[in-house]
T-cell receptor, first 114, second 112 residues
Framework: DTGVSQDPRHKITKRGQNVTFRCDPI?????LYWYRQTLGQGPEFLTY????????KSRLLSDRFSAERPKGSFSTLEIQRTEQGDSAMYLC????????????FGPGTRLTVT | GENVEQHPSTLSVQEGDSAVIKCTYS??????FPWYKQELGKRPQLIID?????GEKKDQRIAVTLNKTAKHFSLHITETQPEDSAVYFC???????????FGKGTLLTVNP
């Protein structure tokens, strides 16, 4: 499968714990995005990378959230001190290059905070 | 920032009928408008997109139209089939803004 992959697919954690998700983009895609989707809503932008540089971060993103893309390939999204309101589907998407706007999504990681 | 409104939130049609979903956007700098289909429990799938230098684009049974002056764009699905049943999202972005802003989605049900 050469599409975007995410791991884990499901995560159940207790409030206050830290969690980390991984995203592997389509090979040679320069841009990588993180979105969050809650039931009945469209994906909501969190942050994106151009290669290893994090170029934009949503103002809605709490300081408890951090993302990295250290070598310009896979990315990780960490949530510290999780809260019940963090329960959502976390989607990763990748995009081919500088002149391309198309984004291709991964299957998502469903986070449940109890 | 960009704001995208999508209507209707639910749409039920008979197999073989046409379906139309409409979106409006607020940022005149946006110039890229994709549509995604999301089946239950699956990833959003890009089905068609349009850029602002084009007024209409068609791919088999689906088409998208764009009115940049009025800041609205629409998805048209003809000869609907039960497998078209899903949630459809519109989005806007482009220019120096590589992120996408999504509408809230339309649940399309095609009844056999």
């Amino acid at each position: 499968d050469t599409g975007v992959s995410q791991d884990p697919r499901h995560k159940i954690t207790k409030r206050g714990q830290n969690v980390t998700f991984r995203c592997d983009p389509i090979s040679e895609h320069n841009r990588l995005y993180w979105y969050r989707q809650t039931l009945g809503q469209g994906p909501e932008f969190l942050t994106y990378f151009q290669n290893e540089a994090q170029l934009e971060k949503s103002r809605l993103l709490s300081d408890r959230f951090s993302a990295e893309r250290p070598k310009g390939s896979f990315s990780t999204l960490e949530i510290q001190r999780t809260e019940q309101g963090d329960s959502a589907m976390y989607l990763c998407a990748s995009s081919p290059g500088v002149l391309s706007y198309e984004q291709y999504f991964g299957p998502g990681t469903r986070l449940t905070v109890t | 920032g960009e704001n995208v409104e999508q209507h209707p939130s639910t749409l039920s049609v008979q197999e073989g009928d046409s379906a139309v979903i409409k979106c409006t956007y607020s940022d005149s700098a946006s110039n890229y408008f994709p549509w995604y289909k999301q089946e239950l429990g699956k990833r959003p799938q890009l089905i068609i997109d349009i850029r602002s230098n084009v007024g209409e684009k068609k791919d088999q049974r689906i088409a998208v139209t764009l009115n940049k002056t009025a800041k609205h764009f629409s998805l048209h699905i003809t000869e609907t089939q039960p497998e078209d049943s899903a949630v459809y999202f519109c989005a806007a972005g482009g220019g120096s803004n590589y992120k996408l802003t999504f509408g809230k989605g339309t649940l399309l049900t095609v009844n056999p």
